[in-house]
């Protein structure tokens, strides 16, 4: 379950909510009662955002914004920054939506599976190569990008890509980044880094003496 409450349907929902709930999950149908969307997804990231409406209407305008026929970007590179951002934040709710979309937009099953390790798949071309050390200059690197990286994404994309794909790329950052601390959707999981238990009888263990090689 996610860490916020979840907005039920009801009469008094505001406007935005209403038409999400009804687009998403069938008119009549609280999500909350009976989660679930066709894309397989539980659905809790737009119950929690109800929690606001005007966030939640900002969050979709957002959507439309990067969906837009306005846009330069060609969308394969959009959803390889966004696919990347996903996997290197950590999200794996916005990782797998956006290998879902690489998906529709005929990217092959061994490019999509390659995105993980894309540092030495041969499968990407010098632009999609550019792209994606872009997006982990953005993510990883909090947007230190070295000049030699950003060089080589002018010579591939015009300034007015450039500003959308940073802009998209960091937007989808901070999507990953939400639904991990609100534990939203496939992001709703134990914190895989814990301490594994010593056998009985050794709980304290100083690692470093037990391992020294005596000079």
């Known amino acids: 379950m996610p860490r916020l409450r979840q907005v039920p349907r009801a009469d008094d929902n505001a406007k935005i909510v209403r ?55 060609d969308p394969v590179l959009r959803e390889l920054g966004q696919t990347r951002a ?30 993980a390790g894309w540092q030495v798949s041969p499968l990407f071309d010098e632009v999609e190569r550019t792209v994606l050390a872009y997006t982990d200059g953005l993510v990883y690197d909090g947007g230190r990008v070295a000049d030699e990286v950003f060089e080589a994404l002018r010579r ?11 802009y998209i790329t960091a937007l989808y950052e901070m999507h990953a980044v939400m639904s991990k601390a609100l534990r939203t959707e496939f992001d709703d999981r134990p914190e895989p880094i814990v301490e594994v238990a010593a056998p009985e009888g050794a709980e304290a263990y100083d690692v470093g003496a037990a391992t020294s090689v005596p000079q």
């Open 86 to 115: 996903g996997w290197a934040r950590g999200s794996q709710f916005v990782f797998s939506q956006h290998c879902k979309s690489l998906r529709a937009l005929g990217v092959s099953e061994e490019k999509i599976e390659a995105v």
């Open 19 to 73: 038409v999400m709930y009804d687009f998403l999950f069938g008119k009549d149908r609280d999500p909350v009662a009976e989660p679930g969307t066709e894309a397989g997804t539980p659905g809790d990231w737009w119950t929690v955002f109800a929690l606001v409406p005007d966030i939640l209407e900002h969050a979709v305008q957002g959507f439309g914004v990067y969906r837009s026929e306005k846009r330069f970007l």
């Open 156 to 166: 591939h994309l015009s300034d007015e890509e450039i500003l959308e794909l940073t």
